[in-house]
């Protein structure tokens, strides 16, 4: 079965650490999505790509968070400086479109600072 | 006043009962309503969607949409101790973009 697939799972990093997270959406799938979610909350949308392109990047704390899918298909999430705020797991999701078709997470990466 | 209210519970039930988990919204842009299912350590899994108002059923699951109240429920009948898990609603004015969540209500189903 087609899955998203994030790596790593876990991360412990210290702040001011620089950090990256991997995403590989569902083959064919167009649109891609990073979500924040903190213990205890639902997820928080950061950002949308359409194929390589930023769709929405409205709630992404561009001081420090960056993300990328530069040939479309698998996407980078940075965070330079890491806070101890960004402690949460980062979840990845992708669609076949950007209009009514399910959006399929992934299992997440799960990040520690200290 | 926040966007999306959901009870964060735990909620505990036995075995075989009918649970009713609910949440609230105060955007009337919304028009996409969906239920999320999510296992600890693992990322949110779509159980139901709906567009508009109404109620729709799959298995022991149905969901309802009250627009007028801004209200939407999620019940389970027959409930298994594998239903327990952290049970999200989310709303989309546009279909699956821009997905806002509730806080999850965590569902405790005991043997």
């Known amino acids: 079965e087609a899955e998203v697939a994030q790596s790593p799972r876990y991360k412990i990093t210290e702040k001011s650490q620089a950090v990256a997270f991997w995403c590989d959406p569902i083959?064919?799938?167009?649109?891609l999505y990073w979500y924040r979610q903190i213990l205890g909350q639902g997820p928080e949308l950061l950002v949308q790509f359409q194929d390589e392109s930023v769709v929405d990047d409205s709630q992404l704390p561009k001081d420090r968070f960056s993300a990328e899918r530069l040939k479309g298909v698998d996407s980078t999430l940075k965070i330079q400086p890491a806070e101890l705020g960004d402690s949460a797991m980062y979840l990845c999701?992708?669609?076949?479109?950007?209009?009514?078709?399910?959006?399929?997470f992934g299992q997440g990466t799960r990040l520690t600072v200290v | 006043q926040k966007e999306v209210e959901q009870d964060p519970g735990p909620l505990s039930v036995p075995e075989g009962a009918i649970v009713s988990l609910n949440c609230t919204y105060s955007n009337s842009a919304f028009q996409y309503f969906m239920w999320y299912r999510q296992y600890s350590r693992k990322g949110p899994e779509l159980l139901m969607y709906t567009y508009s108002s109404g109620n729709k059923e799959d298995g022991r699951f149905t969901a309802q949409v009250d627009k007028s109240s801004k209200y939407i429920s999620l019940f389970i009948r027959d409930s298994q101790p594998s239903d327990s898990a952290t049970y999200l609603c989310?709303?989309?004015?546009?279909?699956?973009?821009?997905?806002?969540f509730g806080t999850g209500t965590r569902l405790l189903v005991s043997p």
């Open positions: 999701a992708s669609s076949f479109d950007s209009s009514n078709t399910e959006a399929f």
């Open positions: 083959s064919g799938h167009a649109t």
């Open positions: 989310a709303f989309s004015p546009t279909g699956f973009q821009k997905l806002v």
